[in-house]
Protein backbone atom coordinates (compact mmCIF):
# COMPACT_ATOMS: atom_id res chain seq x y z
CA UNK A 1 0.00 0.00 0.00
CA UNK A 2 1.64 3.53 -0.80
CA UNK A 3 0.30 7.37 -0.43
CA UNK A 4 0.70 10.10 -1.90
CA UNK A 5 -0.30 13.55 -0.71
CA UNK A 6 -1.00 16.95 -2.55
CA UNK A 7 -1.42 20.66 -0.06
CA UNK A 8 -2.22 23.46 -1.94
CA UNK A 9 -3.42 26.87 -0.98
CA UNK A 10 -6.65 27.62 -3.52
CA UNK A 11 -7.13 31.64 -3.91
CA UNK A 12 -11.17 30.66 -3.25
CA UNK A 13 -12.90 29.99 0.38
CA UNK A 14 -13.96 26.92 1.17
CA UNK A 15 -18.05 27.25 -0.06
CA UNK A 16 -16.46 27.91 -3.43
CA UNK A 17 -13.61 25.09 -3.55
CA UNK A 18 -16.69 22.22 -1.77
CA UNK A 19 -18.50 21.87 -5.34
CA UNK A 20 -15.60 21.47 -7.05
CA UNK A 21 -14.59 18.56 -4.52
CA UNK A 22 -18.03 16.43 -4.44
CA UNK A 23 -19.74 17.02 -7.67
CA UNK A 24 -18.94 14.02 -9.64
CA UNK A 25 -20.19 15.86 -12.82
CA UNK A 26 -17.89 18.61 -12.09
CA UNK A 27 -14.41 16.23 -12.53
CA UNK A 28 -13.81 15.70 -16.05
CA UNK A 29 -13.66 19.34 -15.95
CA UNK A 30 -10.23 19.21 -13.35
CA UNK A 31 -9.61 15.55 -13.00
CA UNK A 32 -6.96 14.49 -15.89
CA UNK A 33 -7.94 11.44 -17.82
CA UNK A 34 -11.65 11.63 -16.59
CA UNK A 35 -14.07 11.02 -19.67
CA UNK A 36 -17.43 11.50 -18.63
CA UNK A 37 -19.50 10.11 -15.21
CA UNK A 38 -21.85 8.53 -15.47
CA UNK A 39 -24.35 5.91 -13.16
CA UNK A 40 -24.90 8.24 -10.34
CA UNK A 41 -26.74 6.58 -7.50
CA UNK A 42 -27.29 9.03 -4.37
CA UNK A 43 -26.74 12.60 -3.46
CA UNK A 44 -22.64 12.48 -3.73
CA UNK A 45 -22.24 14.93 -0.90
CA UNK A 46 -23.18 12.00 1.68
CA UNK A 47 -22.63 9.09 2.46
CA UNK A 48 -22.67 5.64 0.25
CA UNK A 49 -23.79 7.89 -3.20
CA UNK A 50 -21.88 6.39 -5.99
CA UNK A 51 -21.05 6.78 -9.77
CA UNK A 52 -19.25 5.28 -12.38
CA UNK A 53 -16.32 7.33 -14.22
CA UNK A 54 -15.54 6.75 -18.22
CA UNK A 55 -11.69 7.19 -17.92
CA UNK A 56 -8.78 7.73 -20.68
CA UNK A 57 -6.73 4.87 -21.02
CA UNK A 58 -3.47 3.80 -22.92
CA UNK A 59 -3.38 3.33 -26.54
CA UNK A 60 -6.28 5.60 -26.86
CA UNK A 61 -8.82 2.92 -25.07
CA UNK A 62 -11.30 3.74 -21.96
CA UNK A 63 -12.09 1.96 -18.79
CA UNK A 64 -14.51 2.37 -16.12
CA UNK A 65 -14.16 3.69 -12.53
CA UNK A 66 -16.43 2.75 -9.50
CA UNK A 67 -16.56 4.95 -7.45
CA UNK A 68 -18.59 5.41 -3.85
CA UNK A 69 -18.88 8.49 -1.27
CA UNK A 70 -17.13 6.92 2.50
CA UNK A 71 -17.07 10.14 4.63
CA UNK A 72 -18.63 14.00 4.28
CA UNK A 73 -18.58 16.70 6.45
CA UNK A 74 -19.90 19.84 4.45
CA UNK A 75 -17.01 22.32 3.63
CA UNK A 76 -14.20 20.30 5.07
CA UNK A 77 -14.13 16.74 4.31
CA UNK A 78 -14.91 14.60 1.39
CA UNK A 79 -13.77 10.93 1.35
CA UNK A 80 -14.32 8.29 -1.46
CA UNK A 81 -13.31 4.67 -2.40
CA UNK A 82 -13.11 2.86 -5.53
CA UNK A 83 -11.07 0.17 -8.09
CA UNK A 84 -10.20 -0.11 -11.42
CA UNK A 85 -8.25 -2.17 -13.88
CA UNK A 86 -4.30 -1.91 -13.70
CA UNK A 87 -2.61 -4.63 -15.90
CA UNK A 88 -3.62 -7.90 -15.29
CA UNK A 89 -4.75 -6.84 -11.60
CA UNK A 90 -6.52 -4.37 -10.17
CA UNK A 91 -6.27 -0.92 -8.27
CA UNK A 92 -7.81 -0.14 -5.15
CA UNK A 93 -8.03 3.25 -3.61
CA UNK A 94 -8.99 5.64 -1.06
CA UNK A 95 -9.03 9.42 -1.98
CA UNK A 96 -9.51 12.23 1.40
CA UNK A 97 -10.06 15.61 0.26
CA UNK A 98 -10.17 18.14 3.07
CA UNK A 99 -10.74 22.11 3.39
CA UNK A 100 -9.43 24.56 5.92
CA UNK A 101 -10.08 28.31 5.57
CA UNK A 102 -6.77 29.75 5.21
CA UNK A 103 -6.03 33.42 4.67
CA UNK A 104 -9.28 34.42 2.71
CA UNK A 105 -8.83 31.30 0.51
CA UNK A 106 -8.50 27.53 1.32
CA UNK A 107 -5.70 25.11 2.64
CA UNK A 108 -6.78 22.32 0.58
CA UNK A 109 -5.37 18.63 0.99
CA UNK A 110 -5.91 15.32 -1.05
CA UNK A 111 -4.23 12.16 0.24
CA UNK A 112 -4.72 9.08 -2.63
CA UNK A 113 -3.99 5.63 -0.75
CA UNK A 114 -4.07 3.16 -2.82
CA UNK A 115 -3.00 -0.81 -3.34
CA UNK A 116 -2.45 -2.17 -6.15
CA UNK A 117 -3.56 -6.17 -6.66
CA UNK A 118 -1.70 -8.97 -9.07
CA UNK A 119 1.88 -9.60 -10.45
CA UNK A 120 4.74 -7.65 -8.85
CA UNK A 121 2.43 -5.10 -7.42
CA UNK A 122 4.86 -3.91 -4.08
CA UNK A 123 7.47 -3.16 -6.89
CA UNK A 124 4.89 -1.43 -9.47
CA UNK A 125 3.36 0.60 -6.59
CA UNK A 126 6.31 2.15 -5.14
CA UNK A 127 8.70 2.58 -8.80
CA UNK A 128 5.55 3.18 -11.26
CA UNK A 129 2.12 4.09 -9.94
CA UNK A 130 3.50 6.28 -6.91
CA UNK A 131 5.21 8.75 -9.10
CA UNK A 132 2.51 8.42 -11.62
CA UNK A 133 -0.33 9.52 -9.38
CA UNK A 134 1.55 11.85 -7.77
CA UNK A 135 2.09 13.86 -11.00
CA UNK A 136 -1.82 12.96 -11.81
CA UNK A 137 -2.53 14.58 -8.27
CA UNK A 138 -0.62 17.55 -8.84
CA UNK A 139 -1.93 18.06 -12.78
CA UNK A 140 -5.62 17.56 -10.83
CA UNK A 141 -4.79 19.96 -7.90
CA UNK A 142 -4.39 22.78 -9.97
CA UNK A 143 -7.11 22.54 -12.45
CA UNK A 144 -9.17 22.55 -9.60
CA UNK A 145 -7.53 25.62 -7.99
CA UNK A 146 -7.76 27.50 -11.21
CA UNK A 147 -11.33 26.56 -11.46
CA UNK A 148 -12.30 27.36 -8.48
CA UNK A 149 -10.87 30.48 -8.28
CA UNK A 150 -12.27 31.47 -11.25
CA UNK A 151 -15.73 30.83 -9.67
CA UNK A 152 -14.80 33.23 -6.75
CA UNK A 153 -13.84 36.13 -9.19
CA UNK A 154 -17.02 35.63 -10.82
CA UNK A 155 -19.16 35.48 -7.91
CA UNK A 156 -17.42 38.41 -6.57
CA UNK A 157 -18.35 40.35 -9.59
CA UNK A 158 -21.91 39.84 -9.66
CA UNK A 159 -22.21 41.46 -6.08
Known amino acids: MQQVRNSQHVDAPPEVV ?3 VWN ?3 RPQWEAGVLEVKGVHGPLDEVGG ?3 EVRKGPAKQTFSSEVMVKAVEPFKLWEVTGSMPAGPGSLHHVVR ?3 EP ?3 GTRKVVTSTFELHGFMSPI ?3 FIL ?3 IQRHSNKCEA ?3 RLAEEAARTEAVRR
Open 143 to 145: NLA
Open 97 to 99: HTL
Open 102 to 104: ENG
Open 124 to 126: VER
Open 130 to 132: KPL
Open 24 to 26: AEL
Open 50 to 52: RWT
Open 18 to 20: WPF
